[in-house]
């Protein structure tokens, strides 16, 4: 649900005119218990109360321009608060930018999640929450992995219904080491069937980048040198049957130039409503291989995600999960009970 603000002194001190500015956003937040299991048996159990479904809580404001002759301009200021952690957060968060929208389709500047890590998301049934969740193979992956990068993102216009093609150009900066990447994202939407596939290419800038893999409980790092290029592909599949959705993803990663590390992962899941309710399971597997072409850390991650919705802006929800770790049996296991409100 949107609600509109007058910018009224600001607005016409300015430019003479009003505007009508936009203000979205959520809040989520959960009682959460996670508990770590080492490969030698020891166990710790921690008790947060944090954002868990969505990721970080999330204001957006946003505001339209009607040039004429089909054309708009666009702007969008996205801030992350950082309820539990008592200060704001940059105001760099997916989304926040300005664009222009015609005849030639939608160019955007700023800061976006990239194509590759957008279809992850739109095959994860438990829902794309913080990097590293619970449950999801997805992330940390390596130092060049596609996320929120500072893009300049052309959606070229519809060809046909349902289908939409998207590029895009990143120069880099976010990240020590971290350079140009160029990607793509073609999506179709027909009926309760949504298939998008995703391709990015990244390189490293300068001096030695890290390659890290999470194990369900750690973190192990390799280097890799200047030059290497990480190129990831990325598929998701959905259908609606209506008594139940079905989820399906699979991303792949290769690295030239400085190595053969690489990464396979895919998920799958399955979700079914229950007039108010739903109640969704994945299963997901990744394996990692080192620049060295060693076996690293193969890992597996089964998640539950029961939900309830008040209405169409608040919702409650039930999630646990637990990330193994193939080879040493370490594991990570997180039991959230939580409340989500957007406006």
Same mark, same amino acid.
């Given at each position: 649900?949107?609600?509109?603000?007058?910018?009224?002194?600001?607005?016409?001190?300015?430019?003479?005119?009003?505007?009508?500015?936009?203000?979205?956003?959520?809040?989520?937040?959960?009682?959460?218990?996670?508990?770590?299991?080492?490969?030698?048996?020891?166990?710790?159990?921690?008790?947060?109360?944090?954002?868990?479904?969505?990721?970080?809580?999330?204001?957006?404001?946003?505001?339209?321009?009607?040039?004429?002759?089909?054309?708009?301009?666009?702007?969008?200021?996205?801030?992350?608060?950082?309820?539990?952690?008592?200060?704001?957060?940059?105001?760099?968060?997916?989304?926040?930018?300005?664009?222009?929208?015609g005849a030639f389709g939608n160019v955007f500047l700023g800061n !976006?999640?990239?194509?590759?890590? *957008?279809?992850? /998301? %739109? $095959?994860?049934?438990?829902?794309?929450? +913080?990097?590293? #969740? =619970?449950?999801?193979?997805?992330?940390?992956?390596?130092?060049?992995?596609?996320?929120?990068?500072?893009?300049?993102?052309?959606?070229?216009?519809?060809?046909?219904?349902?289908?939409?093609?998207?590029?895009?150009?990143?120069?880099?900066?976010?990240?020590?080491?971290?350079?140009?990447?160029?990607?793509?994202?073609?999506?179709?939407?027909?009926?309760?069937?949504?298939?998008?596939?995703?391709?990015?290419?990244?390189?490293?800038?300068?001096?030695?980048?890290?390659?890290?893999?999470?194990?369900?409980?750690?973190?192990?790092?390799?280097?890799?040198?200047?030059?290497?290029?990480?190129?990831?592909?990325?598929?998701?599949?959905?259908?609606?049957?209506?008594?139940?959705?079905?989820?399906?993803? !699979?991303?792949?990663?290769?690295? *030239?130039?400085? /190595? %053969? $590390?690489?990464?396979?992962?895919?998920? +799958?899941?399955? #979700? =079914?409503?229950?007039?108010?309710?739903?109640?969704?399971?994945?299963?997901?597997?990744?394996?990692?291989?080192?620049?060295?072409?060693?076996?690293?850390?193969?890992?597996?991650?089964?998640?539950?995600?029961?939900?309830?919705?008040?209405?169409?802006?608040?919702?409650?929800?039930?999630?646990?999960?637990?990330?193994?770790?193939?080879?040493?049996?370490?594991?990570?296991?997180?039991?959230?009970?939580?409340?989500?409100?957007?406006?």
């Amino acid at each position: 649900m949107k609600k509109t603000l007058v910018a009224i002194a600001a607005a016409a001190a300015v430019t003479g005119a009003m505007a009508d500015v936009t203000i979205t956003g959520f809040i989520d937040q959960a009682l959460q218990t996670t508990s770590t299991t080492l490969a030698a048996g020891t166990k710790t159990t921690i008790n947060t109360i944090d954002a868990n479904l969505n990721g970080q809580s999330q204001i957006s404001f946003g505001a339209t321009e009607d040039l004429g002759d089909g054309m708009s301009a666009y702007v969008n200021f996205s801030i992350l608060p950082n309820i539990n952690g008592g200060s704001g957060s940059a105001a760099n968060d997916a989304g926040s930018g300005i664009g222009l929208k015609g005849a030639f389709g939608n160019v955007f500047l700023g800061n !976006n999640y990239d194509q590759v890590r *957008s279809t992850m /998301g %739109d $095959a994860d049934v438990t829902g794309f929450g +913080a990097t590293a #969740s =619970v449950g999801s193979v997805w992330a940390p992956t390596n130092a060049l992995a596609p996320s929120r990068q500072q893009l300049i993102r052309w959606t070229l216009p519809s060809l046909t219904q349902g289908l939409d093609i998207v590029v895009e150009h990143n120069n880099g900066g976010l990240s020590t080491g971290v350079g140009d990447s160029n990607g793509v994202g073609i999506s179709y939407t027909t009926g309760g069937l949504y298939v998008k596939y995703a391709a990015n290419q990244t390189k490293t800038s300068s001096g030695a980048t890290t390659f890290s893999t999470y194990d369900g409980a750690n973190v192990a790092t390799t280097s890799f040198f200047d030059g290497s290029t990480a190129n990831y592909q990325a598929v998701a599949l959905t259908y609606d049957l209506g008594a139940a959705k079905l989820y399906y993803g !699979n991303q792949q990663m290769t690295m *030239s130039d400085g /190595g %053969d $590390a690489a990464e396979a992962k895919w998920t +799958a899941g399955v #979700s =079914v409503p229950f007039g108010a309710a739903s109640i969704g399971y994945g299963h997901s597997s990744a394996q990692f291989t080192s620049i060295a072409g060693l076996a690293l850390n193969g890992i597996t991650s089964d998640a539950i995600l029961a939900k309830y919705n008040f209405s169409k802006r608040t919702l409650a929800y039930l999630k646990t999960a637990k990330t193994t770790t193939s080879s040493t049996s370490a594991s990570i296991t997180n039991t959230s009970l939580g409340l989500v409100h957007s406006f």
